[in-house]
């Protein structure tokens, strides 16, 4: 029988300019091929939007912001920032990189969590890529 795994995420600038450069880029694209008064509502709106994501994404500023992951097997909570903590399902299909993580959340609501390597020390991250990867826990 598999422990509880518990991480616990803080936030991350470099995600967060990621996240805010490539709504940017999209914003710019928009600009390069409508440019007109819509074009630049609509480039504004795309920046607007990264910044949100950035905001409860990345810097884990928003309430409803996961703080906490804890892992066990295949069930999964949620520690959010507003401390609420929450029983979900994580989808089967994830996506494990050696820089992020990413983790679809079916149940209750669907969201998908971006986890990248500065948000966790180096050897919880491995935890978690190893967890993602097998869907199983394994001793510190």
Do not use: N
Request: net charge positive; proline share 4%; charged share 15%.
């Amino acid at each position: 029988m598999s422990a509880v795994q518990r991480f616990e995420l803080s936030p991350s600038p470099l995600l967060a300019f990621v996240i805010v450069a490539l709504h940017a880029a999209a914003g710019a694209s928009v600009l390069l091929v409508l440019p007109t008064l819509w074009g630049a509502a609509l480039a504004a709106a795309l920046l607007g939007l990264g910044l949100a994501a950035a905001w409860s994404r990345a810097l884990l500023r928003s309430a409803r912001s996961v703080r906490a992951l804890e892992v066990k097997d295949a069930a999964a909570t949620l520690e959010l920032r507003g401390g609420a903590r929450v029983a979900c399902e994580i989808a089967a299909r994830r996506y494990v990189s050696r820089l992020l993580v990413s983790l679809p959340v079916r149940v209750p609501q669907r969201r998908t969590l971006l986890i990248s390597g500065d948000m966790l020390t180096p050897a919880a991250f491995r935890r978690l890529r190893l967890w993602a990867l097998w869907g199983r826990t394994i001793s510190s």
